[in-house]
């Protein structure tokens, strides 16, 4: 069985106390869904923030506040191009194998996968390790480190990977709105524009809240 799931890199939490965040261990990946606890979704915006976390140069964007939660939200919110690290990871459960992001992918670069099954047939996501995807006729050929002749292979059928990439989309979309509500919770002075702006980080629309 193939699982497709969309992932975020995160760093150990230590020391964080802006809001609840659950702990976790260095350069781990978080899974995104609908299904992650409260703490889980503040790891996930602290990551997604930490990602944007970079001072203001010559770029027309404003100073950076001096107080603690909005100078460290600053980047996700004034940043035009925002960055989330990590991809997708895919596990062959009968074998064991799993294909993880590498180094500077980010989640907002998946479309890179319809590229894969619709466009060129080819695809490589990160370095060190360095993924790659490579579609021969109706079967995508998935390399877990492809600076290693030896590296371990994954073969998934298009259609099948059609549907799980949907299925990682459903997921990411999920998320978004549980983190819309999280945030309207944990950080109602800046719930929109962080909404808003986790949107755009993963490549998504806003959520479409209800009175």
Known sequence: MI??????????SDGFTLWPAAESRPYGFLPLSGALRPAEVGT??????ECNDIDPEDDDRPPRPADPLGGFLHGLLTMDHLFASGGLRITDTATGTTLLPGCCNGLEERCDWLEVVDGDGWASFGHDPSPLAERHGEVVRLTVDAEHDDSPLIEVPVTDLRRLLAGAERDLVDFLRLAAAWAARHLPDHATPVTSALGRALD????????
Do not use: N, S
């Not at 996930?44 to 923030?49: G, K, S």
């Open 3 to 12: 699982v497709i799931q969309p992932v975020l890199e995160i760093h150990a």
């Open 44 to 49: 996930a915006v602290m990551r997604i923030a």
């Open 204 to 211: 998504l629309p806003a959520p479409v809240t209800r009175g």
